[in-house]
């Protein structure tokens, strides 16, 4: 019963903009009707994603200079729509936590199935805790062997304050050579897709 989903990560290059890209891709095959929402003011990428232009975009939304309908794009891909993050000099960061985006996301639930937000990394800024308590569900991409336990269970707790469920962590770049007891799974998995 979500309708928004947060795809956050703890650090920068855990994969979470993939992610997010991914899931959208996966609910527009599944005929649900999906926007994708570039909400990394930091360090956009979903534009060069979807190869369209980077504006207009979220800020020109959340500014009330622009309708949702107007910034939307369509994609190549059938029932996938995206925000992109807009030009480099409308964004800013402090509308991501403003009843703009409330107004912003109510408008995308009555004309979208799914609404999937990337956002920056939480070390390098409050936005996905912004961006969670408007939201209905989180999900978190951490890159295996790289990010610490302690760092996700703090992103964890803090979320717990926050309105939006999280829905689980997503391990990512998981390599069959780092052994444990998922080893010969990933191995498997692996030998079974490449025969």
Same mark, same amino acid.
């Given at each position: 019963?979500?309708?928004?989903? #947060?795809?956050?990560?703890?650090?920068?290059? !855990?994969?979470?903009?993939?992610?997010? %890209?991914?899931?959208?891709?996966?609910? %527009?095959? !599944?005929?649900e009707r999906v926007l994708l929402i570039d909400a990394n003011f930091r360090?956009? %990428?979903?534009? &060069?994603?979807?190869?369209?232009?980077?504006? /207009?975009?979220?800020?020109? =939304?959340?500014?009330?200079?622009?309708?949702?309908?107007?910034?939307?794009? !369509?994609?190549?891909? /059938?029932?996938?729509?995206?925000?992109?993050?807009?030009?480099?000099?409308?964004?800013?960061?402090?509308?991501?936590?403003?009843?703009? =985006?409330?107004?912003?996301?109510?408008?995308?639930?009555?004309?979208?199935?799914?609404?999937?937000?990337? #956002?920056?990394?939480? =070390?390098?800024?409050?936005?996905?805790?912004?961006?969670?308590?408007?939201?209905?569900? +989180?999900?978190?991409?951490? &890159?295996?062997?790289?990010?610490?336990?302690?760092?996700?269970?703090?992103?964890?707790?803090?979320?717990?304050?926050?309105?939006?469920?999280?829905?689980?962590? #997503?391990?990512?770049g998981v390599k069959s050579a780092a052994g444990g007891y998922m080893k010969r799974n990933i191995q498997t998995?692996?030998?079974?897709? +490449? !025969?």
């Amino acid at each position: 019963g979500h309708a928004t989903l #947060v795809v956050m990560s703890g650090m920068p290059a !855990a994969g979470a903009t993939s992610v997010a %890209a991914n899931l959208a891709l996966a609910f %527009a095959a !599944a005929d649900e009707r999906v926007l994708l929402i570039d909400a990394n003011f930091r360090r956009p %990428a979903m534009h &060069r994603v979807f190869a369209l232009q980077e504006a /207009p975009g979220l800020p020109d =939304v959340l500014a009330k200079s622009r309708t949702l309908a107007e910034c939307a794009q !369509a994609t190549t891909t /059938p029932n996938l729509d995206l925000l992109c993050a807009g030009s480099k000099e409308h964004r800013v960061f402090e509308r991501l936590s403003t009843d703009a =985006v409330s107004e912003m996301l109510a408008q995308a639930r009555s004309a979208y199935d799914l609404v999937l937000i990337d #956002v920056a990394p939480v =070390v390098v800024g409050n936005d996905a805790f912004a961006l969670a308590s408007r939201c209905d569900a +989180s999900l978190l991409v951490v &890159r295996a062997m790289a990010d610490k336990r302690g760092m996700v269970a703090r992103i964890k707790n803090e979320l717990s304050d926050h309105r939006s469920e999280l829905l689980g962590v #997503v391990v990512n770049g998981v390599k069959s050579a780092a052994g444990g007891y998922m080893k010969r799974n990933i191995q498997t998995a692996h030998e079974y897709q +490449s !025969a």
